[in-house]
């Protein structure tokens, strides 16, 4: 089993402060995606990583695979109330399944 | 353009019945894949499969559960005589395979679920 853990596992901030989120893993894996769950929701992709070291952003947001291809940042900058949510990175080791993080719980305080 | 459907969003069963829970991939998506969210754990992957084809049910229980993705329809994950421990989310994710210097990956696309609760 390869296991993915996700740090910190709750984090409540203020608007307008930024935040990282780790994903880190013993094992390689070919591709790394992130993605976000509402309550009552299914998860949503956000980004997929695939290069080692590659950085990919989405607006305010900033995604980086390790060069190992064994670790995964998400960097959110100028945070707002509807960043609030699950954030859960998945790693997969080749074309099948993904093998999903602890999850980070974000509350954006306004 | 949908995105990946499932019905229903909610089933409610009591035990020893039958669940049947049904998963539309996009438009164009071959692979399907199933994970159970159990409350207050994380997603795990249940099965994989592609049209007729079961790839890999390497974390589906080994009895009650089955999957099956027909040449026509919907894939179904089929739950027999369900227990309390069965309560627990179900997701349905599609792909198609994408190419990359390093081979090939999935980029996997979630459905909304379907909650099953069990009497």
């Known amino acids: 089993t390869q296991l993915l853990e996700q740090s910190p596992q709750f984090l409540s901030i203020q608007e307008g402060e930024n935040l990282t989120v780790y994903c880190n893993s013993s094992s390689v894996f070919s591709s790394l995606q992130w993605y976000r769950q509402e309550p009552g929701e299914g998860p949503v992709l956000l980004v997929t990583v695939v290069t080692g070291g590659e950085v990919k952003k989405l607006k305010r947001l900033t995604f980086q695979f390790g060069d190992a291809r064994k670790d995964s940042s998400l960097h959110i900058t100028a945070a707002q109330p509807g960043d609030t949510g699950l954030y859960l990175c998945a790693g997969a080791a080749g074309a099948n399944n993904l093998f999903f993080g602890t999850g980070t719980r974000l509350t954006v305080i306004p | 353009n949908a995105g990946v459907m499932q019905n229903p969003r909610h089933l409610v069963r009591r035990r020893g019945q039958e669940a049947r829970l049904r998963c539309s991939p996009m438009?164009?998506?071959?692979?399907v894949y199933w994970y159970r969210q159990l409350p207050e754990e994380g997603l795990k992957f249940m099965v994989y499969?592609?049209?007729?084809?079961?790839?890999?049910e390497s974390g589906m229980p080994k009895e009650r559960f089955s999957a099956e993705f027909p040449k026509e329809g919907p894939s179904i994950l089929r739950i027999q005589q369900v227990v309390r421990g069965d309560s627990a989310a179900y997701f349905c994710?599609?792909?198609?395979?994408?190419?990359?210097?390093?081979?090939?990956?999935?980029?996997?696309?979630f459905g909304p679920g379907t909650r099953l609760t069990v009497l």
């Open positions: 499969l592609q049209k007729e084809n079961i790839i890999d």
């Open positions: 438009k164009g998506h071959s692979h």
């Open positions: 994710a599609s792909s198609q395979s994408q190419a990359s210097g390093r081979g090939t990956y999935n980029e996997q696309f």
